[in-house]
């Protein structure tokens, strides 16, 4: 395991990002959802208001993320579960992870997405998406308290892990940094609780 070894990406905000779509409330966004207007399953998500395309998942990642909610799931206890790119809605964002544990039971949503305070881990799998992972969506996570953040990194085989957010700011971010290489294992904490250790080796395809 190494420590801050990947180059830190900017956490300056966006004024405009470089692939926006439309500019919304989250409140519009989910009027939006319930006129049809956007049909369950379109591949876009909200991100500090815009509206933007999700990347295309090759098969690479497909495989990340299936073994990343196996491994999860076979550790985390009564209490909580593990969903897949499923959104969490924070005051401007609704972004949808590749992987998050979600406090409570799926029953407990059947009105609302979970909240930064329900989710106590969230995972993005990283190919394509490796600039937006570590700048956009890092932010957002960090603004939103999301306690843990994980990148399983495709391009450079490895999983980075985000912890101590910041909050809300100018440039929110994390102030923990740790990479973890084939070889080593990385711990899976919960509510501030090692709920224990999966090897990177089988989070990577």
Same mark, same amino acid.
């Given at each position: 395991?190494?420590?801050?070894?990947?180059?830190?990406?900017?956490?300056?905000?966006?004024?405009?990002?470089? =692939?926006? %779509?439309?500019? @919304?409330?989250?409140?519009?966004?989910?009027?939006?959802?319930?006129?049809?207007? /956007?049909?369950?399953?379109?591949?876009? =998500? @909200? /991100? =500090?208001?815009?509206?933007? &395309?999700?990347?295309?998942?090759?098969?690479?990642?497909?495989?990340?993320?299936?073994?990343?909610?196996?491994? /999860?799931?076979?550790?985390?206890?009564?209490?909580?579960?593990?969903?897949?790119?499923?959104?969490?809605?924070?005051?401007?964002?609704?972004?949808?992870?590749?992987?998050?544990?979600?406090?409570?039971?799926?029953?407990?949503?059947?009105?609302?997405?979970?909240?930064?305070?329900?989710?106590?881990?969230?995972? =993005?799998?990283?190919?394509?998406?490796?600039?937006?992972?570590?700048?956009?969506?890092?932010?957002?996570?960090?603004?939103?308290?999301?306690? %843990?953040?994980?990148?399983? &990194? @495709? $391009?450079?085989?490895?999983?980075?892990?985000?912890?101590?957010?910041?909050?809300?700011?100018?440039?929110?971010?994390?102030?923990?940094?740790?990479?973890? /290489?084939?070889?080593?294992?990385?711990?899976? $904490?919960?509510?501030? &609780?090692?709920?224990?250790?999966?090897?990177?080796?089988?989070?990577?395809?």
């Amino acid at each position: 395991m190494s420590v801050a070894t990947a180059p830190p990406p900017t956490s300056k905000r966006f004024a405009v990002p470089p =692939e926006p %779509v439309l500019q @919304l409330t989250v409140g519009q966004y989910h009027e939006m959802a319930r006129a049809g207007v /956007l049909q369950d399953g379109e591949p876009v =998500e @909200l /991100l =500090e208001g815009w509206l933007v &395309n999700k990347m295309t998942k090759y098969p690479p990642h497909s495989v990340a993320t299936f073994e990343t909610r196996r491994m /999860l799931e076979r550790l985390v206890g009564e209490g909580w579960f593990v969903d897949t790119q499923e959104p969490i809605t924070t005051h401007d964002s609704e972004p949808e992870p590749d992987v998050s544990v979600v406090r409570g039971c799926r029953r407990d949503y059947a009105d609302h997405h979970p909240g930064p305070h329900d989710v106590g881990l969230v995972v =993005e799998v990283a190919d394509t998406s490796l600039d937006r992972d570590r700048g956009w969506k890092k932010r957002i996570y960090a603004a939103a308290r999301i306690g %843990v953040y994980w990148i399983v &990194n @495709l $391009v450079d085989r490895q999983v980075e892990v985000f912890t101590d957010p910041s909050g809300p700011g100018d440039q929110p971010d994390y102030g923990t940094h740790q990479v973890f /290489l084939p070889g080593d294992q990385v711990p899976v $904490v919960l509510d501030r &609780n090692e709920v224990g250790r999966i090897a990177v080796h089988d989070l990577l395809p």
